[in-house]
C-alpha cells in the first residue's frame, strides 16, 4: 500500500478503497503560485490533497479575485466535487499556495464509490460540511470586520495553513486577495506592526501573535 495513501487517508478509508484509488488516481505535483484549476475549466477528475496547501478563489465580473477558503492535508474541494457530477464548468480558481502533492481521482467514481463505500460518503459529506462552514465564516468576516481585523485573520489563517509564521508574499498580493487596494494593505501592515502583532520585512511578514 502506498505510504502517503495510507498516512493521509488509511484512519477514513477501507482498505479496498485505498486499494482502488491507489490504482486509479493520478499522482501530481504543483510548485508554489501554480493555477491548478482555472475558471471555467471542465473538471474532470477529483483531488485528494497529499501535502501542501490550495488557495480556493471567486472572481467577479471585473477580474477581482477573492479568497473563499484553503485546502490542507488530507481535504478534497466540494466545489470541485460538485463540477465533477454535475459536469458542469469550474466557478472556482485553485491556486498552490504552497508545494503541493495531489492524487486526481477518475470523475466516473464518483457517485459509484457513494453507494460502495460508507467512509466515502462520510468522507464527502463531512467535505461538503468544513466548506460551508468556511464559506459562511468567509461571508461573516466581509459582513462583519473591519479591514484591519479582516487583514489579520487572513494572515493568521494564512500562517495556520502552510505552518509557517512568517509568510512570504506581497502586499500586492494580499490585496488583491482581500479584494482592495495596495495603499490600503501597505498602511494597514504598518499599523498592524506599530501594535506588535507583526513585523515586517523586505519580502515577507512574521506574524508575532497567533
Same mark, same amino acid.
Given at each position: 500500500m502506498n505510504t502517503a495513501l495510507t498516512n493521509n487517508f488509511g484512519y477514513l478509508f477501507e482498505e479496498a478503497?485505498?486499494?482502488?484509488?491507489?490504482?486509479?488516481?493520478?499522482?501530481?505535483?504543483?510548485?508554489?503560485?501554480?493555477?491548478i484549476i482555472e475558471f471555467g475549466d471542465f473538471i474532470k477528475s477529483m483531488p485528494l490533497l497529499l501535502s501542501g496547501a490550495i488557495k480556493i478563489l471567486r472572481e467577479d465580473d471585473k477580474g477581482d479575485e477573492l479568497v473563499l477558503y484553503y485546502l490542507e492535508k488530507g481535504d478534497t474541494c466540494a466545489m470541485t466535487l460538485s463540477c465533477c457530477m454535475g459536469q458542469t464548468k469550474s466557478k472556482i480558481r485553485a491556486v498552490a499556495e504552497t508545494d503541493v502533492s495531489l492524487i486526481l481521482l477518475p470523475k466516473e467514481k464518483m457517485t459509484l464509490w457513494l453507494? =460502495?463505500? +460508507?467512509?466515502?460518503? &462520510?468522507? %464527502?459529506?463531512?467535505?461538503?460540511?468544513?466548506?460551508?462552514?468556511?464559506?459562511?465564516?468567509?461571508?461573516?468576516?466581509?459582513?462583519?470586520?473591519?479591514?484591519?481585523?479582516?487583514?489579520?485573520?487572513y494572515l493568521k489563517d494564512k500562517a495556520m495553513v502552510i505552518?509557517?509564521?512568517?509568510?512570504?508574499?506581497?502586499?500586492?498580493?494580499?490585496?488583491?486577495?482581500?479584494?482592495?487596494?495596495?495603499?490600503?494593505?501597505?498602511?494597514?501592515?504598518?499599523?498592524?506592526?506599530?501594535?506588535? =502583532?507583526? +513585523?515586517?520585512?523586505? &519580502?515577507? %511578514?512574521?506574524?508575532?501573535?497567533?
Open positions: 478503497l485505498l486499494a482502488e484509488i491507489e490504482t486509479l488516481g493520478v499522482a501530481k505535483e504543483f510548485k508554489a503560485n501554480t493555477t453507494s =460502495k463505500y +460508507k467512509t466515502w460518503q &462520510s468522507f %464527502i459529506l463531512e467535505s461538503y460540511h468544513n466548506r460551508v462552514e468556511e464559506l459562511l465564516e468567509a461571508v461573516d468576516t466581509i459582513a462583519f470586520l473591519n479591514m484591519e481585523n479582516r487583514l489579520f485573520k505552518h509557517n509564521d512568517e509568510l512570504i508574499t506581497t502586499h500586492k498580493q494580499i490585496s488583491e486577495d482581500l479584494h482592495t487596494s495596495r495603499v490600503v494593505i501597505s498602511r494597514l501592515l504598518k499599523k498592524l506592526e506599530n501594535e506588535g =502583532k507583526i +513585523k515586517l520585512f523586505r &519580502s515577507s %511578514i512574521k506574524i508575532l501573535t497567533l
